[in-house]
Every structure is written in structure tokens, then in C-alpha cells.
């Protein structure tokens, strides 16, 4: 590839053509600052925060989109650039509601670190303001358009990331805000609940809702008997919440932590993944072997169940009826445990740490209520754990590792790989591989299935049957694989899908931030957290066993049934067209072709 | 063309043919609501999502599409439809007053329309007719070098000529 070379505050740097002055000047060891700018998914110009000043350049350029050319030589740091990024930022603190010590994102602020960085002591401009009400609607995330800077990355990564579009800017100029169509409650538009918005919104203007107060009041309540699951993915990094490197893995500490707080138990998610392994890869046998409808595509992800509702309703039937392991947990927390300990039901509070907004909305399901009472009742994301641990005042360099407590947080290395992209394929790969032939697998690794392509594949020979398996992370690449799938295309028997890109590593409660490199360390966290369990195949897990043995028989039950399993809804596109008009409401047809 | 006022079957197919004829092509979805403002007369919701669904488009990006030029309406729009320049060269020579006292006759506020339907008012920037300024349009009629006592007549002109079809 030809390279060009240019001048940057007085450095030579030499780089590929077509790469942008920012890209260059980062080669350079120069740090431009930037507010819009988020890697191949929001590359607009828009912002004007990255202005430098180009020699015979008429006007600044915004060094996010403007190629760097041979000879050109460029400032970044001279008057005329400081001047114009502090007139930039001063005017969107003109129009932005000065409430930083009670905003979500205190601390943790791109305009506030660039107010600090550009050494903004006071804002010249004074003018109009509109003030909107933020929309609280869903259970998941709260928009708050006072606090927008219309980047615009939240519309970038929706659309180009996820394929849903839910919201787009509207109107013009001075009125131009970002939202759904005509400025619906997000309730009541196809929005999946991802929270990919939330992690890259660089202000408070689209964050998870806050539920700590109401783990805080269970745990307050003497006659609660509270208990805590953490999602597989929150062990590699809730540390970051306390300034550890991500892929750090902080399983022992959370536990520790998580029982400061006051849980009566801390228990893990990975088991009901273990479990969810037993009932999805019989069900996927079951299918495969008496003819049922294939390909079976993973139900885990609550965010991608909600696509495939709104999205692709005429492949319900593909979809695995297993309810998540988030769920699995809550069912059997208030049946099994509840029994084995002697605990009423109705006095067992059961709070979910998860890295997915989605499961907020998930948790509040109407069909999530095998036990006769909610499967969960709270869920905080990690952003929250994080935030609940600080109130808390505890002091995690300080924290002795500890163990999960028995019987609902023994799990194995088949279960923590749920977190990355294809965890899910590979576990149900190494429990179905032996179930299916009762012979010991060579090697408990699939690496097809690993790593951050989009879109894998790989066939296994099960006992001389050949399985067709693919892997999606993000919505965007689950279309591709799902068009493929309803044109007859791809001939897949089983498919895993995951919303977010990554994985739940990835996932919309994740610390902020989450990009392309943090979540490459946390895969790489996840498989060395697995590698570290001595039991390393679902079916093997002795808790599962008991399980089966004592309460449930065998996979696939009529108990199984009534508490794992579950069934799906076709949502319309237009959630807020009937509502709203009635009239021609019949002609917006749930699945489009 | 003459604006229906209803969504009858014949409207909503002759839109479908036309999103059919613009599918697929660059700028489908500008030409598309284009036919239909001017047929329609307005964007409501039903007719934005038939085009959403037709064209394989976000409702976001046809509302943010519709919502973001002044040409588009999402209501409908009054039989005669009143445009006040307020660019610079209207502005300094009175637009303003001319504009308030419109607001004054009809009781409406600019971008409204009266409820009988007769009249709606908005405001547009330059009309690229500086030397009548203050200038005004309605519907294609133009009103040049306006003043504030000048519109009570105006609007009785149209009142007139309305009640004048309406008996004949």
C-alpha cells in the first residue's frame, strides 16, 4: 500500500494514504481530542472538536475525516485550533444543563473531561434553551435529550452495529434532537433494549435505569431472604468499575464483595448455564434426531429475542424454548432452593448482576413467573454493581478472594464461556458431542467457533453425522444469518446468536467504556477463566446432576417444561401504530417480504 | 394536481405504485414523499410507515426526512396556504408586524392552520424576492411590499372567492 508523509506540529510521520489527520497524529504521539468520533461506526465530521489548522487550508479541518495528502503540514495545537475547540465546546455547554454532580455519568464524561482538557473555566454564550422530558418508558434505559450533543453515535451504532434503527435525529436545526419517530416513548417503538446507545453515548443523554435503591430496600427488609446471581461476563469486568485493566478476572473479589453488601447468598448464573447446556443441547438432539424444526437458534440473549420478535416473527418456531440462564436461576431459586431451604417463596428477593440492559425488560416478562412469583426481581447491570459497591464504601484492593455458596454457584468452564461470542456453541457442542455418542471428546477446545469474526462457521462430526453450526454477535450480522436461513441459502442445524458485538462481554450494562480492544481482552479473560475450572463440560457439573436426580428427572422434563422453558411473541414493527391511529394499522404486515 | 382530502383505497394505491416505480432507485425516498405531500396534502403516520414498509426504510430515518424539510408537513395544511418571508430584506422593512397581524386575524400561530381548515400560516426565509419586500405568498399568488393593515383585505379576498365556489 502507498504511504505518504507529512508534517505534524514539526514530526515527520509517514502513513498509509487514505488514513485521516487524526489517524496520523495518533502515529505521531499526538492526542487530538475528539467528541463525535467513534471508530468505523460514527466517522462524520459533525462535532468540529478535532479541528487543526492545514497550511494553505483555507479553514480548519476536522481531522477525523480529512485524508492526510504528501507534504501537507499540519498544526494541532496552534491558536487558531485552541480558540476554535473551545468556542465548539463552550457553545455546547451553552445549551447543555449544568448538573454534573448528580449526573449518571459524573466523573465518567467525554464533554466534561474536554471542558477540563481545554481548560474551560467559564462559558461565554448565554441563549434559548428547550427543555424536554426524559423518556423513562422502558424498563431498560432512560433517554434524556436536555443532556444530547446530537453526535449522533447512538444513531450510528443502532443503525450500522445492530440493524434496528429505533431512532434517528429529528427536525432541524436549534429543535433538532435525536429520538424515535414521531418522538414515540422508546416503549412503544421496535427497540430491542441492547443499551449498545448507552455505552456509546459520550454524556448522560442515554443511560441504564438505576434500580440500586430497590436492591437496597431488600436488603434493608429483615424478612427478605435475598439472593444474588452474577452473569458470566460480569467477572471479567466489573473490575474496571475500580480501575483495574479490562480483562482483568475478579470472580473471587465480586463474590467477597457481593456478601459485603448483605446477600444472604451469592450465587452464580453459570450454573443455570450449565443447566441451560443440559436442556438446549437435548432439545437440539431431540430435534435433530426425530425431525424437529431446525435450524435451533440460542435464546439467551433477551436483546436478540426481542429483534426476532419485532424483525423476523416467522422463525419463532426456530428459536430455542429454553428461558436465558438469568431466568433458569430465578425459577429455580423460588422452587427448588426454596423448598430444599424451607423459605416461602414470596419472602425470597432474587437480584441479577448482568452486563445487558436487555435483561431488565426480560426480568418483567409477563410469562416469567413459573414459580407463581416474578422469576427475578431486580436486575442491575454491572455499571450499577459497580456504582452500588462505592456507595457502599467497600474497599476493593482490600477484598480477600471468596467462594460462591452451594448448591446454586457451582458451575463449570463450559458455563463462564457463555460471556463471549460463540461460548454458547462451543459448550452445547462439548455436552451434545458426548450425549450424543457416549464417547469422551479429544479436545473440550472448538477454536472455529472462537474469535470476533462476525459471522463463524464450522461443521462437527458427531458419530458420523455432520452439524452445520453458526455464530452471530450483533443484530446487524444475526439479519445476515437469518436471511440466509429464510432464503434456504445456508443449510445450519444449529445457530448461536448473540446481541451485542463480543458477546455479554459486550453487552449495553458493560463499564464504560466498552470498545473493539476492551472486548478483546475480556474474551481473552473468559477463556482463561474457563481453562482455570477444573470441570470444563456442563453434564459433568455434580450440582446439575443432583439437580436432575432430585427435582427435575431428566432434561426435557414436564417440570423442566413448566420452570425452563418458555415461548416467544411476534411483536409488530409499529408497536405505537395502533395506539396511535387504528386506521391502517393492518397495513404495516409484521414481517416485511 | 388538486390535493384529496381523504386516504381513500384509490390514494393509497396510487402511492403504492408510485414507491413501487421509485424503489431501489437514489433518492427514492425524497421523490416518494414528495408525491405525497403534494397529493396528500400531508405525512401522517399511516402513510409514512406504508412508505417506510414499501421502500425497506426505517420509520426513523422517513420521519427525520420529513421532519427536517420545511417543504413537509405532518398536518394538514389549509386550502389556502399563507407563506411569510421573514428573511433579512423582509424583516428590517416589517415582516414581523405583517406576520403578527396575521397571527392576530386567524388565531393561529405560525406552522398552525385554522380549524376551519381554510388557512394555514408558516414562515419562510427569503423568497428570493427582496425588492417587494415585505412579500408574502398564498397558495401562488403573490402579495408584494406589504403592510399590516393591508391583510384583513387579503383574507377577505380569499373568505370571498371561497364562499363564491361554494355557491356557485
Redesign the interface.
Known amino acids: 500500500m502507498a504511504t505518504v508523509t507529512l508534517t505534524i506540529d514539526g514530526r515527520k510521520v509517514e502513513i498509509e494514504q487514505g488514513s485521516t489527520i487524526l489517524e496520523a497524529a495518533k502515529k505521531a504521539g499526538i492526542d487530538i481530542p475528539t467528541l463525535c468520533h467513534l471508530e468505523e461506526i460514527n466517522e462524520i465530521g459533525a462535532c468540529r472538536v478535532c479541528v487543526v489548522e492545514v497550511e494553505g487550508a483555507k479553514t480548519l479541518m476536522a481531522s477525523c475525516v480529512a485524508p492526510v495528502a504528501d507534504g501537507m503540514v499540519v498544526h494541532t495545537n496552534s491558536p487558531r485550533v485552541r480558540n476554535s475547540r473551545k468556542i465548539t465546546v463552550e457553545l455546547l455547554l451553552s445549551n447543555h444543563p449544568y448538573e454534573c454532580p448528580t449526573c449518571i455519568r459524573n466523573g465518567n464524561c467525554e464533554l466534561q473531561s474536554l471542558a477540563e482538557r481545554l481548560g474551560i473555566r467559564s462559558v461565554r454564550y448565554q441563549g434559548e434553551r428547550i427543555e424536554y422530558t426524559p423518556d423513562t418508558s422502558t424498563p431498560s434505559i432512560v433517554r434524556d435529550p436536555n443532556k444530547c450533543v446530537l453526535c449522533r453515535r447512538c444513531v450510528a451504532v443502532c443503525?450500522k452495529i445492530q440493524s434496528v434503527?429505533?431512532?434517528?435525529?429529528?427536525?432541524?436545526g436549534f429543535d433538532t434532537t435525536i429520538g424515535?419517530?414521531?418522538k414515540d416513548p422508546l416503549k412503544d417503538?421496535a427497540c430491542v433494549l441492547c443499551g449498545q446507545c448507552t455505552l456509546v453515548c459520550p454524556v448522560g443523554a442515554l443511560y441504564e435505569k438505576d434500580q440500586i435503591d430497590e436492591v437496597w430496600a431488600a436488603l434493608d427488609d429483615p424478612k427478605k431472604h435475598v439472593v444474588v446471581q452474577t452473569a458470566p461476563a460480569t467477572r471479567v469486568s466489573v473490575g474496571e468499575m475500580f480501575g483495574l485493566p479490562p480483562g482483568s478476572i475478579v470472580t473471587g473479589k465480586m463474590v467477597a464483595a457481593l456478601r459485603r453488601l448483605g446477600f444472604d447468598k451469592v450465587f452464580d448464573t453459570d450454573f443455570t448455564a450449565d443447566l441451560t447446556i443440559l436442556e438446549e443441547g437435548s432439545e437440539f438432539l431431540e430435534r435433530l434426531t426425530k425431525g424437529g424444526t431446525l435450524p435451533l437458534i440460542t435464546s439467551c440473549s433477551p436483546g436478540w429475542i426481542k429483534f426476532i420478535e419485532h424483525f423476523y416473527p416467522d422463525l419463532l418456531p426456530n428459536l430455542s424454548t429454553c428461558k436465558s440462564p438469568q431466568q433458569m436461576f430465578g425459577a429455580l431459586a423460588k422452587t427448588y432452593y426454596a423448598e430444599k431451604m424451607g423459605i416461602d417463596p414470596k419472602d425470597i428477593f432474587v437480584v441479577s448482576i448482568m452486563p445487558c440492559t436487555a435483561k431488565k425488560f426480560e426480568a418483567k416478562r409477563p410469562e416469567m413467573t413459573s414459580s407463581g412469583y416474578p422469576d427475578i426481581d431486580v436486575v442491575l447491570t454491572t455499571r450499577e454493581l459497580g456504582r452500588m459497591l462505592k456507595q457502599a464504601g467497600i474497599d476493593w484492593d482490600a477484598l480477600e478472594e471468596e467462594d460462591y455458596d452451594a448448591p446454586l454457584g457451582i458451575s463449570t468452564g463450559a458455563a463462564v464461556i457463555f460471556g463471549a461470542t460463540g461460548g454458547v456453541m462451543e459448550a452445547a457442542l462439548r455436552t451434545a458431542y458426548e450425549l450424543a455418542t457416549g464417547k469422551e471428546l479429544p479436545s473440550v477446545d472448538f477454536h472455529d467457533v472462537r474469535g470476533f469474526q462476525g459471522i463463524k462457521e464450522a461443521t462437527v462430526d458427531v458419530d458420523g453425522t455432520k452439524v452445520n453450526v453458526a455464530v452471530a454477535h450483533t443484530l446487524g450480522n444475526a439479519r445476515k444469518v437469518l436471511d440466509r436461513v429464510k432464503s434456504g441459502e445456508a443449510d445450519y442445524h444449529f445457530i448461536e446468536i448473540m446481541a451485542c458485538p463480543g458477546g455479554c462481554i459486550g453487552g449495553g450494562g458493560q463499564p464504560i467504556p466498552t470498545n473493539t480492544e476492551i472486548r478483546l481482552k475480556r474474551i481473552a479473560a473468559i477463556y482463561t477463566a474457563d481453562e482455570m475450572m477444573t470441570i470444563r463440560k456442563s453434564h459433568e457439573n455434580p450440582v446439575i446432576k443432583q439437580l436432575y436426580e432430585e427435582y427435575l428427572g431428566q432434561p426435557l422434563s414436564h417440570r423442566s417444561h413448566e420452570l425452563l422453558h418458555t415461548h416467544y411473541y411476534a411483536r409488530s414493527k409499529?408497536p405505537g401504530?395502533e395506539a396511535?391511529?387504528g386506521?391502517?394499522a393492518s397495513?404495516?404486515?409484521v414481517a416485511?417480504d | 394536481m388538486e390535493k384529496k382530502s381523504c386516504?381513500c383505497e384509490e390514494l393509497?394505491s396510487e402511492l403504492d405504485n408510485v414507491i413501487a416505480s421509485k424503489r431501489g432507485k437514489p433518492g427514492a425516498l425524497m421523490q416518494v414523499l414528495h408525491w405525497a405531500q403534494e397529493n396528500i396534502g400531508y405525512l401522517?403516520?399511516?402513510v409514512?410507515?406504508?412508505v417506510a414498509?414499501g421502500l425497506?426504510v426505517?420509520?426513523?430515518?422517513?420521519?427525520?426526512v420529513a421532519?427536517?424539510?420545511a417543504f413537509f408537513s405532518l398536518k394538514p395544511k389549509g386550502k389556502y396556504q399563507i407563506s411569510c418571508c421573514k428573511g433579512t430584506a423582509c424583516y428590517v422593512r416589517g415582516a414581523p408586524q405583517v406576520l403578527e397581524r396575521f397571527e392576530r386575524e386567524l388565531g393561529v400561530k405560525a406552522g398552525d392552520t385554522t380549524d376551519d381548515g381554510m388557512f394555514s400560516l408558516e414562515v419562510v426565509r427569503c423568497l428570493g424576492a427582496c425588492g417587494l419586500s415585505p412579500v408574502i405568498t398564498v397558495n401562488k399568488d403573490t402579495h408584494a411590499r406589504m403592510k399590516a393593515d393591508l391583510v384583513p383585505g387579503i383574507l377577505s379576498k380569499y373568505r370571498k372567492a371561497e364562499l363564491a365556489s361554494e355557491t356557485a
Open positions: 443503525d434503527k429505533a431512532i434517528g435525529p429529528l427536525d432541524r424515535p419517530a414521531f417503538v409499529y401504530m396511535a391511529t386506521q391502517h397495513a404495516s404486515p416485511a | 386516504l393509497w401522517p403516520r399511516e409514512q410507515v406504508r414498509e425497506g426505517a420509520l426513523s430515518e422517513v420521519y427525520g421532519t427536517f424539510y
